[in-house]
């Protein structure tokens, strides 16, 4: 089974910091997504990578960054955070191609003081 | 442009009755449409997966879901709702231009004892 994991369940940081969500994936994956969680506005994609040291803008791509430096790997850094970012973080990967269907891991639910 | 629509944000079914989730989708192209569940505090987990072959798609936990092109849906249904059903359940269709997944804005699914 693939498995998806994400470093930290809960986290909670102050405004200003410098915070990193770790995503690991073990099935050798190409593409690799994070999405945020917010009630009532469903999952919204941040960014994406489909090979190492790539990176693509989702929707919503203000306020954070992204590095995949390898394959398995994939961080997503806050690089000032606010109190608007508080919010469900999830992790996918996938294989390559449009009929491959994602693998989640179980979140991040960050909050921002 | 692709959007994918789920038309009941809430859904509250008696335990043992049909269950019906339903979504619409758009597409400029022949898409790839999936269904995910999502319990609390976890991440999304696939059901089943419409990839061009057979229209009648069978998933776990019971759950199947039929594509029709012609009214552009492709709703999720199971015979018999059972308490660990009760979660949220996302619609999710990609096309063959790109890495990019749709996401519908989730349905709360109730299961009355």
């Known amino acids: 089974d693939v498995k998806v994991t994400q470093s930290s369940r809960y986290l909670v940081k102050r405004t200003g910091e410098k915070v990193f969500l770790e995503c690991v994936q073990d099935?050798?994956?190409?593409?690799m997504f994070w999405y945020r969680q917010d009630p009532g506005l469903g999952l919204r994609l941040i960014y994406f990578?489909?090979?190492?040291?790539?990176?693509e803008k989702g929707d919503i791509p203000e306020g954070y960054s992204v590095s995949r430096e390898k394959k398995e790997r994939f961080s997503l850094i806050l690089e000032s955070a606010s109190t608007n970012q508080t919010s469900m973080y999830l992790c996918?990967?996938?294989?390559?191609?449009?009929?491959?269907?994602?693998?989640f891991g179980d979140g991040t639910r960050l909050s921002i003081l | 442009a692709q959007s994918v629509t789920q038309l009941d944000s809430h859904v509250s079914v008696s335990e043992g009755t049909p269950v019906l989730l339903r979504c619409n989708y758009s597409?400029?192209?022949?898409?790839?449409l999936f269904w995910y569940v999502q319990h609390p505090n976890k991440g999304l987990q696939l059901l089943l997966k419409?990839?061009?072959?057979?229209?009648l798609v069978k998933g776990i936990n019971g759950f199947e879901a039929e594509f029709k092109k012609s009214e552009t849906s492709f709703h999720l249904t199971k015979p018999s709702a059972h308490m660990s059903d009760a979660a949220e359940y996302f619609c999710?269709?990609?096309?063959?231009?790109?890495?990019?997944?749709?996401f519908g804005t989730g349905t709360s699914l109730t299961v009355i004892p």
């Open positions: 990578s489909y090979d190492v040291k790539m990176k």
């Open positions: 597409s400029s192209y022949s898409p790839s």
């Open positions: 996918a990967s996938s294989s390559e191609g449009y009929n491959q269907p994602q693998h």
């Open positions: 419409y990839t061009s072959a057979a229209t």
């Open positions: 099935m050798d994956h190409e593409n």
């Open positions: 999710v269709v990609s096309e063959n231009t790109g890495n990019q997944f749709y």
